[in-house]
């Protein structure tokens, strides 16, 4: 075979290989340009996952007194129901949460807190209505006793002697405060208090008490402490005898508000924050925050959580995300961009998958079932770059939804040693109408040269007739 042919037949090869693969993958996911009836136009994008299911009608909704609440699926970190989430106002004593996540962070539970003379003066300055464990200047405390006072018997001094003993003065610990909000995500948090004074620029929002919270459960002995229904404070050298605490959690300390799935929370209330409740709810390995702020009273706030933990559980479902389920269509596409660079001076040099790994959907939609897609429509390859990096989307389609859960991210080089000889081509990976027209042209060719050997042939089988005739008139 001439070269020609060899080449024509490399490219036809690669086009009969480029329009299996997009076919072949179809059914399991798109690999190419959306079809017309695609029902999935407009993707639901990592930022918008967390709004998405709040524009979704929903119905049997429960009712919810509070001024302002949150429904917050830790996993997917998707807001399932809320009101004025993003407002701020003040969390009263749902602060010790930050408080006591700082300490088990940085403190050990045996070390000992010394009640100096700054901690007793800032401890005599809590207003008398506020809850206090009693401590005394020159007192020897564990930080283990400090922390279950604060949580469960939910004692000012003990919070604020815990945050003195870490940074000094309150108001350096409160910059630690801060500085952990932000860390985990918060937007609109702003502590002055190390215990949830009432005052007006010790703010935060459901929102960001649902971060606060979840940092809290997950990553430290917070869920543990906050479920302890009873705790004995130890003898110290300013009190001969035991100190016994209880829970004033009513999720924990009462029959009527025991919630089986209840992980941890704290409570609070003041003048002018009202009662305010921060809970989390674990149930099959999936974790629900709650916050409410300024309920109607004591009691209904924790009604008002349950209905709300049980409508998310019951009305969501969050899916967990794994690249193996990726792993064909990434298999493909990339075979694609490799047989596709092989005539160009490029190569892929690598590839990784970032991968979102939970989305929360409903229940209702989930329960349809779904499929995955690789978006290659926006992936074009510059073979004039040196370098150049690929973000191709990954997606899980529904019926009606198609969320963006992850991207696969492709680094392309160029070979070393190789000279650019055309720098303004370009190639689009998914450009079906440019390698039909290749098609077309090198048919076109093809046929043309089959017509030009037809002819060249006829001419010759002419010209022998010719001879053939004319020896036989000389005869």
Request: glycine share 4%; net charge negative.
């Given at each position: 075979m001439t070269a020609l042919g060899k080449k024509i037949s490399a490219s036809l090869t690669a086009l009969l290989l480029t329009v299996t693969s997009i076919w072949t993958f179809a059914g399991a996911g798109v690999l190419a340009d959306e079809t017309p009836d695609d029902p999935n136009d407009g993707i639901v994008t990592a930022t918008e996952l967390k709004t998405d299911l709040l524009n979704e009608p929903q119905t049997d909704c429960p009712t919810i007194s509070a001024a302002s609440y949150i429904l917050y699926d830790a996993n997917s970190g998707a807001i399932l129901l809320g009101k004025d989430y993003d407002v701020q106002k003040e969390p009263a004593s749902m602060t010790k949460v930050m408080t006591v996540?700082?300490?088990l962070e940085r403190l050990e539970l045996t070390d000992i807190v010394t009640i100096n003379h700054d901690m007793a003066v800032a401890m005599d300055n809590i207003t008398k209505d506020y809850v206090k464990l009693g401590l005394q200047e020159g007192e020897e405390i564990s930080v283990k006793d400090l922390v279950y006072a604060a949580v469960l018997k939910s004692a000012n001094d003990a919070s604020l002697?815990?945050?003195?003993?870490?940074?000094?003065?309150?108001?350096?610990?409160?910059?630690?405060?801060?500085?952990?909000?932000?860390?985990?995500?918060?937007?609109?948090?702003?502590?002055?208090?190390?215990?949830?004074?009432?005052?007006?620029?010790?703010?935060?929002?459901?929102?960001?008490?649902?971060?606060?919270?979840?940092?809290?459960v997950t990553n430290t002995d917070y869920s543990e402490i906050s479920r302890t229904l009873n705790y004995t404070i130890s003898p110290t050298n300013k009190y001969s005898s035991e100190r016994d605490i209880t829970n004033g959690n009513r999720f924990v300390s009462t029959t009527k508000y025991n919630y089986e799935y209840y992980i941890g929370g704290k409570t609070g209330f003041t003048n002018t924050a009202g009662h305010t409740l921060c809970a989390a709810a674990k149930k099959n390995n999936r974790t629900l925050v709650g916050c409410i702020f300024n309920a109607a009273d004591a009691d209904i706030r924790y009604s008002d959580l349950i209905k709300l933990f049980e409508y998310g559980y019951s009305t969501f479902a969050t899916v967990e995300i794994t690249e193996?389920?990726?792993?064909?269509?990434?298999?493909?596409?990339?075979?694609?961009?490799?047989?596709?660079?092989s005539d160009t001076n490029l190569y892929l040099s690598n590839q990784k998958v970032a991968l979102n790994h939970y989305i929360t959907t409903t229940s209702s939609r989930a329960q349809l079932g779904s499929t995955n897609r690789i978006d290659l429509s926006e992936a074009v390859?510059?073979?004039?770059?040196?370098?150049?990096?690929?973000?191709?989307?990954?997606?899980?389609?529904?019926?009606?939804?198609?969320?963006?859960?992850?991207?696969?991210?492709?680094?392309?080089?160029?070979?070393?040693?190789?000279?650019?000889?055309?720098?303004?081509?370009?190639?689009?990976?998914?450009?079906?109408?440019?390698?039909?027209?290749?098609?077309?042209v090198l048919s076109g060719l093809i046929l043309l040269l089959v017509i030009v050997l037809l002819i060249f042939r006829a001419r010759i089988i002419k010209r022998r007739r010719d001879e053939v005739t004319k020896r036989a008139n000389m005869l």
């Open positions: 996540l700082l300490a002697a815990l945050g003195m003993f870490m940074a000094g003065t309150e108001a350096d610990f409160c910059e630690l405060m801060n500085a952990k909000a932000s860390e985990i995500g918060c937007t609109n948090t702003h502590f002055s208090s190390a215990f949830g004074l009432s005052t007006p620029d010790n703010v935060t929002t459901p929102y960001d008490m649902a971060l606060i919270l979840n940092e809290a193996s389920e990726f792993t064909p269509l990434i298999d493909e596409a990339t075979m694609q961009i490799k047989d596709l660079l390859i510059d073979t004039s770059a040196e370098q150049q990096t690929l973000e191709i989307p990954l997606c899980k389609v529904y019926s009606d939804k198609t969320y963006l859960v992850g991207t696969l991210v492709v680094e392309i080089e160029k070979k070393a040693g190789v000279v650019e000889i055309n720098p303004e081509k370009k190639t689009n990976l998914t450009s079906v109408r440019s390698l039909l027209v290749t098609f077309a």
